[in-house]
């Protein structure tokens, strides 16, 4: 998707919008004065029936959204004083499949791959353990993990597993995701974080897949089991999630699932296969909206579902709150957003919490929740497409319904243009043509070998036909380099980190090989 830095910005973006918006507020009912601790008092009342009344204008809602932005599928639920008041399923699982299929149609038990919404349950599994005294959220990473380090031995000693789930570690934003889709495993790739340069630690917000994927990992250690075995026993079985599994062969074997759609030029099409086991704690959970209401009303109901207090209310209650400034206020009248341990947290314009987590994968999913603790409300939207910020407008429509009555933010522009930028193609070659009149490259053969790189590992140049490539990651994915400008060549491929049209530079010195895409943190320079 958008490159690294750019992506930083632009989920503060999405905080923002989520929880800092500053359209002004209607009066309310006239009410009593409250005997509540002002904290608990909301600016204004809900309007009558305000939950019954959102839930009838979903249907309508998410028919619009998924004809207007031609995503082939989606799922919708909501949960309100502990029971699912609503489950609907629209469009279709596969748009290669003919749309009047009955079994192709997404229904409210079609499992959909959840993407980063699996940070926010994962931070329920570790809740758990924290509230059997397994571990605390102040546990140092390396008391159950020896191995592990960042680049800074203090930290090393230091960083918690609270730390990790907060993005407070000062790893580098999405530190270690273009190693994943090179194909490294996630040891592999929590090893190498020690390689990365740290902002300063607790101060410094950048959000992360594999340093929380470092902190649950810990957890589960400490638990003596894996992490998908952990997440399944203390939380999917008693919640009664069985469709609901942070193994990606448990999604592949699923009848009724929906299939990933990356959209290329203009169309949604189900190309690619996400498998995010490497950082499964953070984005490797797949789930249906039925289930994922039982997830929601034991949240709502501070860890307790049919009577039975599943994750520790105190342990749960650290998760929602905020524990680091995400989003910093560009202006005095601006709310602040926030982070907890897995959750975003912020305030409405109705003075009322606001808890939620988006999930995307460029390859083919957009999900998200929303939960107005103080409404006894929440909501979760899944879809099988390349995100554009269908089911944030959608739960940001429905909580503003809620709340006032009406929709007050124009939601699908500002979601809409945030998510467009996040899905811009990467790399300085992006957009640009071809020279006229290009300096001729060397004999080819005089570009071929071994590149050696600490970090990425290998770069092997070989030819063939005539033309250059280049086999990268343990598993040799292999690219082609296409001449541009002397000793310059473009590289152009479609992955997690690349949205189509991407086109970088390769660019050879001597026995020197960068490759732009890689050079991010000043790391992507090849030596032969």
Same mark, same amino acid.
């Given at each position: ?61 998410? /028919? ?126 929590? =090893? ?35 992490? /998908?075995?952990?997440?399944? =026993? ?228 070989? /030819? ?56 991010? =943190? ?7």
């Amino acid at each position: 998707m958008a490159s690294l830095v750019e992506r930083a910005a632009i989920v503060a973006v999405l905080v923002a919008l989520t929880a800092c918006s500053v359209a002004p507020t209607r009066p309310g009912p006239t009410s009593q004065p409250s005997d509540q601790p002002p904290p608990l008092v909301p600016a204004m009342a809900l309007p009558d029936n305000a939950v019954d009344n959102a839930v009838a204008k979903l249907d309508g809602i998410a /028919e619009d959204l998924l004809k207007s932005s031609g995503i082939p599928g989606m799922a919708v639920a909501v949960v309100h004083g502990g029971k699912t008041v609503y489950a609907k399923g629209f469009g279709v699982k596969d748009a290669t499949r003919p749309a009047d299929d009955p079994s192709n149609r997404v229904d409210p038990d079609t499992v959909f791959q959840l993407a980063s919404v699996s940070k926010s349950i994962g931070s329920t599994v570790v809740a758990h353990q924290v509230g059997t005294k397994a571990i605390t959220w102040d546990t140092p990473v390396v008391d159950k993990l020896p191995w592990f380090a960042l680049s800074d031995p203090a930290v090393t000693r230091m960083v918690a597993i609270s730390d990790l789930y907060a993005h407070r570690s000062g790893l580098p934003d999405h530190a270690g995701d273009k190693l994943e889709d090179l194909g490294y495993d996630r040891r592999a790739i929590l =090893e190498k974080l020690r390689q990365y340069p740290l902002d300063p630690f607790r101060i410094s917000y950048a959000y992360t897949n594999f340093g929380l994927t470092a902190a649950a990992e810990a957890v589960a250690v400490g638990a003596g089991k894996s992490w /998908e075995d952990l997440s399944d =026993e203390v939380l999917y079985r008693p919640l009664g999630m069985a469709s609901t599994s942070s193994r990606f062969d448990d999604f592949e074997a699923r009848s009724d699932k929906a299939l990933g759609h990356i959209r290329i030029d203009g169309r949604y099409e189900p190309r690619f296969k996400r498998d995010p086991d490497p950082e499964s704690a953070a984005g490797g959970v797949s789930s249906s909206v039925n289930d994922m209401t039982h997830w929601l009303a034991m949240v709502l109901a501070n860890g307790n579902y049919n009577g039975r207090q599943i994750v520790d209310s105190g342990a749960l209650l650290a998760a929602l709150t905020p524990q680091i400034v995400s989003d910093p206020p560009s202006q005095p009248a601006m709310r602040a957003g926030f982070y907890g341990y897995g959750f975003n947290v912020g305030t409405t314009s109705a003075a009322r919490t606001q808890i939620s987590h988006s999930g995307a994968f460029e390859l083919g999913t957009g999900t998200n929740f929303l939960i107005l603790p103080s409404a006894d409300v929440a909501i979760v939207a899944l879809t099988n497409a390349t995100p554009r910020g269908i089911p944030e407008t959608l739960t940001a429509e429905f909580a503003d319904l809620v709340q006032f009555g009406e929709v007050r933010q124009n939601w699908r522009k500002l979601y809409g243009d945030a998510f467009a930028q996040m899905d811009k193609p990467v790399g300085s070659l992006t957009g640009k043509q071809t020279p006229a009149d290009p300096a001729p490259a060397k004999p080819l053969a005089s570009y071929t070998g071994t590149y050696a790189n600490g970090f990425w590992g290998p770069a092997t140049v070989a /030819e063939k036909d005539g033309k250059l490539t280049v086999a990268l990651g343990p598993k040799g994915q292999t690219y082609e380099l296409t001449h541009w400008d002397g000793d310059v060549f473009a590289l152009s491929f479609v992955d997690e980190n690349s949205p189509p049209g991407s086109v970088s530079t390769a660019t050879f010195d001597g026995n020197r090989l960068t490759l732009e895409y890689y050079d991010d =943190e000043k790391m992507g320079t090849f030596l032969r």
